[in-house]
T-cell receptor
Framework: GAVVSQHPSRVICKSGTSVKIECRSL??????MFWYRQFPKQSLMLMAT?????????EQGVEKDKFLINHASLTLSTLTVTSAHPEDSSFYIC????????????FGPGTRLTVL | DAKTTQPPSMDCAEGRAANLPCNHS???????VYWYRQIHSQGPQYIIH???NNETNEMASLIITEDRKSSTLILPHATLRDTAVYYC???????????FGTGTRLTIIP
């Protein structure tokens, strides 16, 4: 159990366009979802935390108007990279947690974004 | 959450036990030790966690020192598929965030 999926797995887009990444918890209800970004040869950096039905909480330095997060249901969160630029090219990973504070985070397989 | 220190890289022969150390000397009483791993170009995978007692599951064992200032993750019979970056993370109970450090890049050698 505890499977998290992401779609798409890879996306290439032109500079200036917007890209939406979906994160789904397939077999449990995720009250909280997290979005991370990972640049090559670096560790994962938390971008934001989203709770179902409320606004996301962004980490310091992450532009909330550029990285739009929606967590409209207990199984789906989306990250939209608006007006993407080459420096936004990265590996985006989501994770999901159930409704108990001690529940583990389960990670999705990641989405490789390349902005040309 | 307490900061952790791990060696940047380690090698281990296939079939041998891989012992990955982690130092967390500033850990406080309500903080757990978690281990995740990340195989290249995949999302992290949960391995094991513990508070103060040693823990074992189907993947690994976690040995925490009595003073809780360090721990060791043990993969009992390493295979090539265990090649990954291993992250040791300290997290307080009820704290929902995971803060990833640089981890240890474990390479299993045939």
């Amino acid at each position: 159990g505890a499977v998290v999926s992401q779609h798409p797995s890879r996306v290439i887009c032109k500079s200036g366009t917007s890209v939406k990444i979906e994160c789904r918890s397939l077999d449990f209800q995720a009250t909280t979802m997290f979005w991370y970004r990972q640049f090559p040869k670096q560790s994962l950096m938390l971008m934001a935390t989203s709770n179902e039905g409320s606004k996301a909480t962004y980490e310091q330095g992450v532009e909330k108007d550029k990285f739009l997060i929606n967590h409209a249901s207990l199984t789906l969160s989306t990250l939209t990279v608006t007006s993407a630029h080459p420096e936004d090219s990265s590996f985006y990973i989501c994770s999901a947690r159930g409704d108990q504070s001690y529940n583990e985070q389960f990670f999705g397989p990641g989405t490789r974004l390349t902005v040309l | 959450d307490a900061k952790t220190t791990q060696p940047p890289s380690m090698d281990c022969a296939e079939g041998r036990a891989a012992n990955l150390p982690c130092n967390h000397s500033t850990i406080s009483g309500n903080e757990y030790v978690y281990w995740y791993r990340q195989i290249h170009s995949q999302g992290p995978q949960y391995i094991i966690h513990g508070l103060k007692n040693n823990e074992t599951n189907e993947m690994a064992s976690l040995i925490i020192t009595e003073d809780r200032k360090s721990s060791t993750l043990i993969l009992p019979h390493a295979t090539l598929r265990d090649t990954a970056v291993y992250y040791c993370i300290v997290r307080g109970f009820g704290n929902e965030k995971l803060t990833f450090g640089t981890g240890t890049r474990l390479t299993i050698i045939p």
